[in-house]
């Protein structure tokens, strides 16, 4: 009986996501309070932003999927608690974030513009691999964007370059240009995600003999 | 196939030395292979060059290129090595080993990111030597060779370098061991780096020596540009270096205190290191 209960709540909920959205939003709280009445470095926000990226990838785990993939259910309706609760989770966590950074003089637009980059970059990704018959997608891509988001904010710490564009001041033009490419980033993303998502064999019709 | 699960024979002491050798041959062919740790490497490698040439007069700021891609990904490539072996758990459980002599090996392993880190500091320190930075006013002091004796260079150096690439993956293991769930890697690379880089650049001392990664040298900065840089006086990087291989010795005993078998002889051995290193946190600060 619990074991079952168990299974359902695994069916419904993508843990690592909802784990990740938690952990984020209490350490991020947690420093907040810690530092008050200084503002939470910016680092941190961009380390809260790649760990909801990571978070995000899990989204998309399914270790039956080898077993599911031949049920008539489409996926999307198979996926769809795991993408609605976790996609709260992680919004109600980022909502607490911008909460705990508000006076920083960050611009809440830019920030979240960056967020939702990263977690459709994370979610194209781990849709790829679910493509190449990868059934639990989210150990490979979460610390991949979490260690490349690091290792590009720490190589352009080095060079004096800003990677992010809440980095740079506002109504610059580092500030538009970050922010074009930042939002192409989000654009070539949902693109690969959306061609990735199809289910090749639904539509078509049965072979004949 | 069946895989069938071989009760632990006893060894004498150099058949199980021979075992974990041969064990830790395997696991560091493993790691030296492994995509994450070559890109981490290479990247460390390349990136070092320009680097250097943005001349800031702290040459060992450069060691946060080994610390972090040898060292945080190195974190990431023990843990999935470490997990791999779990996921695999029927097949490896019908070798003639045990548990602890795996995770010996795999620490081991974690010999090839310490030689990486150490191939990493010696190429910026040729980098240095070849095009040396400069310094604001030129007489003005820079925590290097010259202006500090050599210890406390090569302590700062090897702890901010070879030993933070050796302490992350030892501690990957270490959290793969006992913490083998989905997202535990992901959680533990962003703790690490939360806590390295929020403590180590803090301005308080003692917290700012107290994470595995601390920023041993000060810049003086005017206008977003580094002038020179100091070693502080509050900390003696001769005992930091001590206290970050003792820590390295904790996560190894971290690491085999899992396997529940015989764990009186590591939990003293913990005790020690922990007392050790409480001692070298200490003398670090005075």
């Known amino acids: 009986m619990r074991a079952s209960a168990g299974h359902r709540a695994d069916l419904l909920v993508a843990w690592p996501t909802v784990a990740s959205a938690v952990s984020v939003a209490l350490l991020t709280t947690g420093l907040a309070l810690l530092l008050s009445p200084m503002p939470v470095p910016v680092l941190v926000v961009h380390l809260a932003q790649l760990a909801l990226a990571g978070g995000a990838a899990y989204l998309l785990d399914d270790a039956a999927a080898a077993l599911t993939g031949v049920a008539p259910r489409p996926t999307w309706r198979r996926r769809a608690p795991h993408l609605l609760i976790g996609g709260i989770a992680l919004t109600g966590s980022w909502v607490t974030v911008l909460l705990c950074v508000h006076g920083a003089g960050l611009s809440t637009a830019t920030l979240s513009l960056e967020t939702g980059t990263l977690i459709a970059v994370a979610l194209a990704a781990a849709t790829v691999l679910v493509r190449l018959g990868e059934a639990e997608p989210g150990a490979l891509v979460a610390p991949g964007v979490v260690l490349s988001g690091l290792a590009s904010l720490l190589v352009g710490g080095l060079l004096h370059r800003e990677v992010f564009a809440s980095g740079t001041g506002a109504g610059s033009t580092a500030r538009t240009v970050l922010t074009t490419i930042w939002g192409a980033a989000a654009g070539t993303a949902l693109v690969v995600l959306l061609m990735a998502w199809r289910e090749p064999a639904r539509g078509r019709s049965s072979p004949t003999t | 196939m069946t895989a069938v699960q071989v009760a632990e024979r006893p060894l004498s002491g150099s058949d199980a030395v021979a075992t974990v050798r041969d064990l830790a041959r395997t696991e560091a062919g493993r790691y030296a292979r492994h995509p994450l740790f070559l890109i981490g ?6 990136m070092a060059v320009p680097v250097v040439r943005t001349r ?6 450069l060691t946060i290129l080994p610390a972090f891609f040898v060292g945080v990904f190195g974190f990431v490539v023990a843990h999935r090595l470490t997990t791999s072996l779990q996921r695999t758990a029927e097949l490896v459980g019908s070798t003639p080993s045990s548990q602890r002599r795996r995770t010996t090996a795999l620490c081991l392993a974690c010999l090839v990111p310490l030689m990486a880190g150490v191939l990493i500091t010696v190429e910026c320190l040729v980098l240095t030597a070849v095009d040396p930075p400069d310094v604001v006013p030129a007489d003005g002091p820079m925590a290097w060779f010259g202006d500090y004796s050599w210890p406390v260079v090569v302590s700062a150096l090897l702890a901010m370098g070879p030993v933070a690439c050796l302490g992350g993956p030892l501690l990957g293991v270490a959290v793969a061991r006992w913490a083998p769930f989905r997202g535990s890697a992901l959680l533990g690379v962003v703790v690490l780096v939360v806590t390295c880089s929020t403590m180590a650049s803090g301005p308080q001392f003692p917290w700012r020596v107290m994470p595995p990664w601390a920023a041993l040298s000060d810049e003086r900065v005017e ?14 990087p001769v005992w930091y270096l001590v206290y970050t291989l003792l ?11 899992r396997d529940p078998r015989g764990r009186r002889p590591l939990l003293w051995t913990g005790a020690v290191l922990g007392v050790a290193t409480a001692g070298a946190f200490v003398l670090a600060l005075t």
């Open chain 2, 41 to 46: 490497t290479v990247v460390a490698l390349v």
């Open chain 2, 56 to 61: 800031d007069p702290d040459p060992l700021a």
């Open chain 2, 247 to 257: 820590l390295c010795a904790l996560a190894v005993v971290a690491a085999l205190l």
């Open chain 2, 223 to 236: 206008g977003g540009v580094i002038l020179s840089s100091t070693f502080p006086s509050a900390v003696s």
